[in-house]
């Protein structure tokens, strides 16, 4: 069966410094990934996604980055947080070429920017 | 542009029934999805439409009228622990998840 991790659970880091959000899938291969920010009682923000190891396609432009050194390694970047960065970030997968596309998502990383 | 409404919030009665609705406009139409997301944790999936008309799934049912751009949630003999978000999620041409803000709902006793 397919497992999707997000780590840490919570962070809470100052405004202006770096940040790394880690999301790894088991059980697929060549999963579609997808980074996503949610704001206290809003909707799911998409950030990124990704359908391939190095394709990285933008939705939102900011200060955050993400890359996919490996097929189902997905990383959220910053070089220097805002305090409007805080928010709920999910990451979560797709299958490849399925006509459904349903989304499976990780717990989830709360992150609070002081 | 690709717009999905739901309202915002709605309170029911345990035991009850709750019917919430989500319309949409969005560049073309691959699917719709309603998800169920716990304060504080990550969404799950609970139905998925692609044709017109009702889909059962236990206490839950979805609805799809393509012709209307809209969808509905039914939940019928509600329990407590259905105190949630419900967020409305449409798969446009391309295969992009679009989302709705999501319906608090809170069921009272």
């Known amino acids: 069966s397919q497992t999707i991790h997000q780590w840490p659970a919570t962070l809470v880091q100052p405004v202006g410094s770096p940040l790394s959000l880690e999301c790894t899938v088991e059980?697929?291969?060549?999963?579609?990934l997808y980074w996503y920010r949610q704001a206290a009682g809003r909707g799911l923000q998409l950030l990124f996604y990704?359908?391939?190891?190095?394709?990285i396609s933008s939705e939102v432009p900011q200060n955050l980055s993400a890359s996919r050194p490996q097929d189902r390694q997905f990383i959220l970047s910053s070089k220097k947080l805002l305090l409007s960065d805080s928010g709920f970030y999910l990451c979560?997968?797709?299958?490849?070429?399925?006509?459904?596309?349903?989304?499976?998502f990780g717990p989830g990383t709360r992150l609070t920017v002081t | 542009g690709q717009n999905i409404d739901q309202p915002t919030e709605m309170t029911a009665t345990e035991g009850a029934i709750v019917q919430i609705n989500c319309t949409y406009q969005?560049?073309?139409?691959?699917?719709l999805f309603w998800y169920q997301q716990h304060a504080g944790e990550a969404p799950t999936f609970l139905s998925y439409?692609?044709l017109d008309g009702l889909e059962e799934k236990g206490r839950f049912s979805s609805f799809l009228s393509r012709s209307k751009g809209y969808s509905y949630l039914l939940l019928k003999e509600l329990q407590m622990k259905d105190s949630a978000s419900y967020l409305c999620a449409v798969t446009d041409s391309n295969y992009q998840l679009i989302w709705g803000a999501g319906t608090k709902l809170i069921i009272k006793p």
């Open positions: 439409n692609v």
């Open positions: 059980g697929t291969s060549n999963p579609n």
């Open positions: 990704s359908v391939g190891i190095g394709q």
């Open positions: 979560a997968w797709s299958v490849e070429f399925s006509e459904v596309r349903e989304q499976y």
């Open positions: 969005t560049s073309g139409f691959n699917g």
